[in-house]
């Protein structure tokens, strides 16, 4: 059997954005399948991959929620980039934590 390392995913379907965030020790994969249901609702949605997530553990303690953080800010701003100014986020565990701080910091 073949293993695939999860990426990042953006699925564009709409003028409305999603971003969404894993948790601590997770991966993109988690938030897959809700981002295939935003995106058949119209929402465009982005999922970003934190440093060191879904592979090799030991990359993993090889980082810090600095990074992490910073990997979710990315996700965010590769949506202003691409145009998106309605922008909502939704996380869970760690990511949902990030969304919190994303809403304190940014217009979302």
């Given amino acids: 059997m073949k293993i695939i390392s999860p990426k990042p995913f953006t699925i564009e379907a709409g003028k409305r954005a999603v971003l969404l965030l894993h948790g601590f020790t997770g991966n ?5 399948r809700l981002g295939r249901y935003l995106a058949e609702r119209n929402y465009t ?3 970003p991959l934190y440093k060191g997530h879904g592979g090799d553990p030991l990359a993993l303690i090889q980082t810090d929620p600095i990074e992490w953080w910073n990997s979710a800010v990315e996700g965010y701003d590769e ?6 100014t309605e922008i909502a986020v939704a996380g ?3 990511g949902g934590i990030f969304s919190l701080r994303l809403g304190e910091e940014r217009p979302i």
């Fill in 79 to 84: 949506l202003r980039r691409r145009g998106y």
């Fill in 92 to 94: 869970v565990s760690l």
């Fill in 28 to 32: 993109t994969n988690d938030v897959k």
């Fill in 45 to 47: 949605v982005h999922a």
